[in-house]
Each structure stands twice: as structure tokens, then as C-alpha cells.
């Protein structure tokens, strides 16, 4: 096959220094290029040089909404994503319609999810895939919800 991955994906945000801020001290991304002139910064996702995260500053009228996922360990959504996001000021959500602000299962793929937002509004999702066969026909549903569907 000729695509292996994902190698990059960039966002425009309003204030770069804040950005920077963000994506650096709270994520813990590695700040990999930093270019004043063109207002933009790059990171490492992950290790170097598997995976990078460009931010532009452009105009507010600029800017659009986008999404993307940093993958990351089950153990680490079920257990610690909650207390990280809240403890930096992030309000973490999920698609349970439930009011909970738990981690969710999308049960098509399966993997465990759960969304925050970054300080110019991209939707941003910490994701995991799970051990065992897909279940499309149980939608997005709780952790535990996923548990008991798999233990029969």
C-alpha cells in the first residue's frame, strides 16, 4: 500500500503564543520549529518525526473548527484523562447524552474515547482502540456498557 499513515495535520488558531502554551505545557507536545515571521509553530505527536502538529495564526474570520484524536493508552483514558483535563482547565465530553463526562466506547471500531476542547475551539479527542471484534450495532455506548457486551 502506498499511504502508511498520517504524518501531519495543522490548525490555524488566533493568538500563537497561547497556542503554543497549550499545545507545549499542557499536552506535553515537543516543540519541533518555531518560525516568527510566518506566525507558525510545529510539534512532534508522539515521537519525533512520526507525527507533527503545525498552528498558524490567522484572523479569527480565518478560522475554522476542526477535529482530530492523539492516540493514546486505554489505561490512561480510563483512568487519568478525566483528572488531566479537568486539572488544566479543559471540560472534558463525550457523545453518551447521558451528562456524565465519562469516556466513551465507539463500538465500530471499538475504541474508548473522550473530547476537550483547545483555546480557539478545535475538537480534540484522546482515543484508544480496543481488544476484541467490532460492534457497530451498539452505537456509542460506556465502558462498562462494552464490557458486558463482550463478556457473553
Known amino acids: 500500500m502506498m499511504i502508511k499513515g498520517l504524518f501531519e495535520t495543522h490548525l490555524y488558531v488566533e493568538n500563537l503564543e497561547t497556542s503554543m502554551l497549550f499545545y507545549s505545557q499542557v499536552l ?8 516568527a515571521e510566518r506566525r507558525t509553530a510545529f510539534y512532534w505527536i ?4 512520526q507525527a507533527m502538529l503545525g498552528v498558524w495564526e490567522k484572523p479569527k474570520e480565518e478560522i475554522q473548527k476542526r477535529h482530530f484524536a492523539f492516540e493514546c493508552d486505554t489505561e490512561f483514558i480510563l483512568n ?7 486539572s488544566n482547565n479543559l471540560k472534558p465530553y463525550n457523545f453518551l447524552k447521558d451528562g456524565t463526562e465519562r469516556p466513551m466506547v465507539f463500538a465500530w471500531m471499538p475504541a474508548i474515547a473522550i473530547y476537550f476542547n483547545d483555546p480557539d475551539g478545535h475538537y480534540l479527542e484522546f482515543i484508544s482502540i480496543l481488544e476484541g471484534e467490532a ?3 451498539l ?8 464490557l458486558d457486551a463482550n463478556a457473553n
Open 139 to 146: 452505537g456509542v455506548i460506556s465502558y462498562n456498557e462494552w
Open 80 to 86: 487519568d484523562a478525566i483528572t488531566f483535563l479537568k
Open 46 to 49: 508522539g515521537k519525533p518525526r
Open 135 to 137: 460492534r457497530p450495532e
Open 28 to 35: 506535553g507536545l515537543q516543540q519541533c520549529y518555531f518560525e
